[in-house]
């Protein structure tokens, strides 16, 4: 499968603690973004990378979040200190350089904060 | 700021009826239009997208969409809708980031 892949695609967790998701994109895109989804919503951006640098980060919803691209490959998408308000989709998606390509989205990562 | 609008909420349509889902931009220079489709525990899959160009623009799964300017909207329509069409419609505007719209519910009737 050649498509963008996240793991895990749920994860349950108690208010309070840290979690990490994964973002593999489509190999030969070098533009990765981070979307969250809420319920009855469509997805809002959160963040984006072209390769390894983080070119637009203002949105991300507190300093609770964060993201990393390290290598230009996979990211990591993390939210510290949890809160039932955090509980949505996370959706990644990737796309080739030019601004204004379509993105191809993963699958999303279902966060539950009891 | 940009911003897409799609009006309705939740539509019904019997199957085989023809569809036409609404969407409306704000956004100042000639947008990048962009339909995709998303099915429940699925991402969402592109259907069709405007650059520029024929204001008439054909997708995948018998899906068309028109850009009119003057209207400032980006219309999905579909002449015969078929029971697997039963899913999320979001209409996306991009520019540097992708502004989506709240999403269309779309139910088939039998």
């Known amino acids: 499968d050649t498509g963008v892949s996240q793991d895990p695609r749920h994860k349950i967790t108690k208010r309070g603690q840290n979690v990490t998701f994964r973002c593999d994109p489509i190999s030969e895109h070098n533009r990765l973004y981070w979307y969250r989804q809420t319920l009855g919503q469509g997805p809002e951006f959160l963040t984006y990378f072209q390769n390894e640098a983080q070119l637009e980060k203002s949105r991300l919803l507190s300093d609770r979040f964060s993201a990393e691209r390290p290598k230009g490959s996979f990211s990591t998408l993390e939210i510290q200190r949890t809160e039932q308000g955090d509980s949505a989709m996370y959706l990644c998606?990737?796309?080739?350089?030019?601004?204004?390509?379509?993105?191809?989205f993963g699958p999303g990562t279902r966060l539950t904060v009891l | 700021a940009q911003s897409v609008t799609q009006p309705d909420i939740h539509i019904t349509v019997s199957e085989g009826a023809s569809l036409e889902l609404r969407c409306n931009y704000s956004y100042g220079a000639t947008p990048y239009l962009f339909w995709y489709v998303q099915s429940p525990g699925q991402g969402l899959q592109l259907l069709l997208k405007?650059?520029?160009?024929?204001?008439l623009v054909q997708g995948i799964k018998g899906f068309e969409a028109e850009f009119k300017r003057s209207q400032s909207s980006f219309n999905l329509r579909k002449p015969s809708v078929h029971w697997s069409d039963a899913a999320e419609y979001f209409c996306?505007?991009?520019?540097?980031?992708?502004?989506f719209g709240a999403g269309t519910r779309l139910t088939v009737k039998p």
């Open positions: 998606a990737s796309s080739p350089g030019r601004t204004y390509n379509e993105q191809f």
């Open positions: 405007y650059f520029s160009g024929d204001t």
């Open positions: 996306a505007v991009n520019n540097n980031d992708m502004r």
